[in-house]
């Protein structure tokens, strides 16, 4: 996406903004309740400033890392984001292409749109698998297995979902009438739907609604791509559901949606190979710690016997640098590449990561630092925490 108006995250932000419906924007860009999580997550970045080493000459600059064993070009993954296929009908598959082709890994959510074998042919980089327990425990063993064959070299197990967070403005905006099968609920909304002819053409020459190609119900088929927020309910992740996935996935384990030293400590002892220091984008429960604020506590607790990745509020690279200052092995983005995604496909989801390993590396340079791996605490100015 060879744009000269597009030189941050946020002009991708305005694109997708232009090119979808409201009812999908929103789903994208919102969070849930009053939103202060959400803002938090961004807001924790902004009051946190550095302590750069000034008249150093930076020759090469080394931003690669190594996450669960495996090179990425820079430490930053793309998150699981659900309903990808809405935002642009290559969805998934444009996601993982543009990680494979920026030397980084792409995370597939449950809730997607695109089989999960075609994903994992989409891309060059590593691939893993984030795991609902939607559809029950027959149709997760499903499609463990397959994720398995397929080649995905971890799993991610979120547990920030006992139910879904109150995103106020999709009932307002009408995503559960957007995704169901009548007509005559879609009425209300239609004139929105039709001043977005770009987004309508495509997502009706894809079909229209896709299914969720990876929750296979037994006599059923692949689920309906519904409001979820019942089946989640219904689907909520313990400890002891851990144990037995443990038991049928013997690769490397992720629990995502963490915020505490104590569950950070329970994960470990369960065997998670790495953590995932998140508020799930201020979706879910808001008013809890942004997860650059909860990163420390985390990293501090565990930090020594597992890999800490982090998530939430990633716009700049210069976020990202001061993530692993903190401590983090790497981070996700999420709603950084969607934008891209919904904006123009697999070339703006691949103008998101060339904006973000650029920032990165400038980052770098300006601190006076040559290389990822000696980034640490003494690069901030931790007084200007809150």
């Not at 597009?6 to 419906?21: F, H």
């Not at 909860?294 to 716009?315: C, F, H, S, T």
């Amino acid at each position: 996406m060879a744009s000269p108006r597009v030189i941050n995250i946020d002009d991708l932000r305005r694109k997708a903004r232009r090119r979808l419906p409201r009812v999908v924007f929103d789903y994208l860009d919102w969070g849930a309740e009053a939103e202060i999580t959400l803002a938090e997550n961004v807001r924790a970045f902004r009051d946190l400033t550095f302590r750069p080493r000034n008249a150093v000459a930076v020759g090469a600059c080394n931003l690669k890392t190594h996450v669960l064993g495996q090179e990425i070009s820079f430490p930053a993954l793309l998150a699981p984001v659900g309903y990808s296929r809405l935002m642009h009908p290559d969805g998934e598959i444009a996601a993982a292409r543009a990680a494979g082709n920026a030397g980084t890994g792409y995370i597939l959510s449950t809730i997607s749109g695109h089989k999960l074998e075609r994903v994992k042919a989409a891309t060059t980089g590593p691939v893993w698998y984030q795991l609902y327990l939607v559809g029950g425990r027959e149709a997760a063993e499903a499609a463990i297995d397959r994720a398995h064959r397929a080649g995905f070299t971890a799993l991610v197990i979120t547990v920030d979902t006992a139910v879904a967070g109150m995103r106020e403005r999709d009932p307002r905006n009408g995503i559960k009438e957007l995704l169901s099968a009548s007509a005559f609920a879609k009425l209300r909304y239609l004139p929105d739907i039709l001043a977005h002819p770009r987004w309508l053409v495509s997502f009706l020459l894809d079909g229209g609604v896709p299914k969720l190609e990876n929750i296979v119900i037994p006599g059923q088929g692949p689920m309906e791509l519904i409001d979820v927020a019942a089946a989640l309910a219904r689907a909520v992740v313990t400890w002891e559901d851990l144990r037995w996935i443990r038991e049928i996935w013997r690769g490397p384990i992720i629990v995502k949606g963490l915020l505490t030293a104590e569950d950070a400590k329970r994960a470990a002892d369960e065997g998670a190979a790495a953590v995932v220091v998140s508020n799930h984008g201020g979706r879910q429960l808001d008013e809890v710690s942004a997860s650059l604020r909860a990163l420390p506590e985390v990293v501090a607790a565990v930090g020594n016997q597992i890999e800490v990745l982090m998530d939430g509020g990633i716009r700049r690279g210069s976020d990202i640098v001061k993530a692993i200052c903190l401590g983090a092995r790497a981070v996700l983005s999420g709603r950084a590449y969607a934008y891209g995604l919904a904006a123009a496909g697999e070339a703006g989801a691949a103008r998101a990561l060339e904006i973000l390993r650029a920032d990165v590396e400038r980052t770098l340079r300006l601190l006076g630092c040559s290389s990822i791996t000696q980034l640490n605490s003494s690069y901030l100015d931790m007084r200007c925490r809150h």
